[in-house]
């Protein structure tokens, strides 16, 4: 029976000792233990300085090339365990911000900080001493730079965060990517004075109607932070500035996607070509131009125009149409072209060019473009979205 008892007693031991490792990881700054990592113990480019703001839950640390001057927020992890992040410009008229303390390399994965000044001057002036354990970070090793991501010392849960920030980074860059950014980033003003970053987050989700929702991960970002969510129709993507909030309406984007990968799925689709000349009373620009309809049952899903030009620098274009019930979800806009550039006063460098535009269709006739990396920017309008939507009505299979 003692042994019994005595077994127990151990099992529940090791329970709780594995239970601590995880939630009682990190003790506070003085009881961490230092593991020296020297590829760390250098100067570094850095996104936003070290401070005790509670939206500082991402650090972004990128090496500087050879020689380049630390121009902007930089951050200096000194061997001897201190470190300083500071702003600096060229120019003397700014506010220039410095941030001191001490930190800890825990492992190869955590690192801590612990906050001790922040001294201001130039345009501003002041000096403050927190003397705050700004707890760990997860290190997170990236092709070009190093991420320092809060955490509570679960190694799950920080793999996750990092699937969540690289999330963010993907939205946000889908959302620059459009030619008009504002046709998809919705403002809202807030009521005045700031409100708490979770309130401006259930004020904008009540607005578009989301319920059961999550805050995952947040971050910093030049203009304010960052803000991912999951609902139960998938992730969004909000910014917080303290004074307004905005959302990255997707709908219109992901909608054509998954419009254009079911049909492409769709192995069965009939199809047929005529020429445009065949349809249209009125001359057309070139007699090989033509118009090819794909039908899923009885409905048109797809259409492709394809055109040539007789201009020496444009040699043809196809602009491609997904329809669902009759309605324009997505388009682009394919054009082989020659590109021109000056090399020297007698040489012209001539390159043939494959350009791919991009555009998807949102609430009250509204066409949202994404910007293609190409000199040539077609546009897009409802006349020849009805001209071709016209046409296929007249190609009979």
Known sequence: MKRIILLLLILSLSANCQKETHNNFYSGFDLAKNNSLANLHRSWLINVLITDSEFNNEYLLIKPKAGERLYGNSLTLNPNGTFRSAYSAECGNDCFTTTSGKYKIISENYICFYLEKI??????????????????????????????IKSDGDQEQDKLNVSYSDKIDFLKAEMDSMADR??????????????????????????????????????????????????????????????????????????????????????????????????????????????????????????????????????????TLYLKN???????????????????????????????????????????????NTMYQPSLDYREIKYLMDLSQNIHF
């Open 182 to 319: 504002f046709s998809v980033q919705i403002w809202m003003e807030l009521s005045f004075g700031s409100k708490s970053m979770k309130s401006a987050v259930q004020t904008a989700m009540t607005n578009f109607k989301i319920d059961n929702y999550k805050i995952v991960f947040y971050k910093p970002s030049y203009d304010g932070t960052d803000i991912l969510i999951k609902a139960a129709d998938g992730f969004h993507y909000l910014m917080f500035n303290g004074r307004s909030i905005a959302f990255y309406n997707d709908a219109p984007i992901r909608a054509g996607e998954n419009l254009v990968a079911a049909i492409k799925a769709h192995k069965d689709l009939k199809e047929k070509t005529a020429k445009e000349s065949s349809l249209v009373d009125t001359k057309v620009t070139n007699p090989a131009n033509s118009i090819t309809v794909y039908k899923q049952g009885n409905e048109i899903v797809k259409i492709k125009y394809f055109q040539i030009y007789e201009r020496k620098l444009y040699n043809d274009e196809t602009t």
């Open 119 to 148: 001294d201001q001057e130039g345009d501003c002036n002041g000096h403050k001493e927190p003397n705050k354990d700004l707890g760990i970070f997860y290190i997170h090793k990236g092709e070009n730079e190093i991420r320092l």
């Open 326 to 372: 009759g309605v324009p979800l997505y388009a682009e806009i394919e054009t082989n072209y020659i590109q021109i550039s000056d090399q020297s006063a007698t040489a012209i460098e001539q390159k043939k060019v494959h350009a791919v535009n991009q555009f998807y269709f949102g609430p009250r006739n509204q066409i949202i473009k994404k910007s293609a």
